[in-house]
């Protein structure tokens, strides 16, 4: 006998194996960058923890 079915039972592995051979890891990468993006995003968009412009750039005669 052959291992490979026919029939509705066959079709339907068939696309259960689609689903999560492509579209569960297209789905699970996209989270992923996404919130890779969204934190790169938010790290950018932070204020400084203190002001870089109350600083002295050039000190002179020290």
């Known amino acids: 006998m052959s291992s490979m079915g026919s ?4 079709g339907g592995s068939g696309i259960g194996g689609i ?5 569960v ?3 699970v ?3 992923l960058a996404g919130s ?4 790169l995003v938010y790290s ?3 204020s400084p923890d203190k002001n870089p412009a109350s600083q002295q750039i ?5």
């Open 36 to 39: 890779a993006l969204g934190g």
């Open 19 to 23: 689903i999560t051979g492509i579209v």
């Open 44 to 46: 950018q968009t932070q």
């Open 29 to 31: 990468g996209a989270v």
């Open 58 to 62: 050039l000190v002179y005669g020290d």
């Open 7 to 10: 029939g509705a039972a066959g």
């Open 25 to 27: 890891p297209t789905a």
